[in-house]
């Protein structure tokens, strides 16, 4: 018997769109490129979409709390797949606890399961946090330092957490692309992709050198609170005249 092919989920941004439609119903132009994408924004376009980011916030903030580097990737590894707010509030007491390599390791598996447990794969999260502390210990003397190959070789580690830590410990011109950076990339035509690492690329390669700094966290922020996945707040979205997507709302007037 043949088996059928096992077929990969797509991310959501990147299916095609239903018929465009506004908040009055009046159609939206579709503008796209040959590949099925939306047509990425002119070099003026994403200047002016980031004047506005700026203007709007001009010191962007993460929301995940933390205390020093080491306790930023143990937060930022906890949070794959879960909200800042339910990471922040497993780690207020965790990091009065553990805040350095050495202290985790002594705290132990179990004890960390516990006290992580209200998080998703925490089972998982918490093998993964105790042997990234002993490969610190062993191999960095328990330091977490600011390059990207060692930072990729801890467990639990890849490039999205690598991007962040560098990003908001370091100072570092990186931009970490996860689902809402990815969301807002591919609707309004700022960097089109198929995936996480072209959309990464296409970002470097695009955000004027002034606004990289920060450009993660804003793109962050509006994927999150104003481009979000379900009902995007179009109306108000102040990037909404410069947004490709052809679903997006306008304002009724
Ligand atoms: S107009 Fe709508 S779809 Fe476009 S960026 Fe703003 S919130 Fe997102």
């Known amino acids: ?149 060692a930072l990729e070789k801890l467990p639990g580690v890849g490039r999205k957490t690598a991007n962040v830590v560098l990003n908001i410990a370091f100072g570092e011109e990186t931009i970490a692309v996860d689902t809402h950076v990815f969301r807002v990339c591919n609707r309004t035509g700022l960097a089109p992709g198929k995936d996480p690492l072209e959309v990464e690329t296409r970002l470097e390669a695009v955000t004027p050198p002034e606004y990289k700094r920060h450009a993660h966290h804003w793109l962050i922020l509006h994927g999150r609170y104003v481009c979000t996945a379900l009902r995007p707040h179009c109306p108000t979205c102040l990037i909404n005249d410069l947004c490709r997507w052809p679903e997006k709302t306008v304002a009724a007037t």
């Open 1 to 149: 018997m043949t088996r059928k092919p096992i077929r990969k989920p797509r991310l959501s941004p990147a299916r095609p769109p239903p018929p465009a439609r506004s908040a009055s119903g009046k159609a939206a132009p579709r503008r796209r490129s040959g590949r099925g994408m939306i047509k990425p924004w002119s070099a003026a376009e994403i200047e002016e979409a980031f004047r506005r980011f700026r203007a709007a916030n001009p010191e962007p903030k993460g929301e995940l709390e933390h205390i020093n580097p080491y306790t930023l990737l143990v937060a930022v590894v906890l949070s794959a797949q879960a909200t800042d707010a339910s990471v922040n509030k497993a780690t207020e007491p965790l990091f009065a606890l553990a805040d350095t390599p050495e202290t985790m390791v002594a705290l132990g598996e179990e004890r960390l399961q516990e006290m992580i447990k209200t998080i998703g794969l925490y089972r998982t999260k918490a093998k993964n946090v105790i042997a990234l502390s002993r490969q610190l210990i062993a191999e960095h003397g328990g330091m977490v330092l600011p390059v990207r190959e």
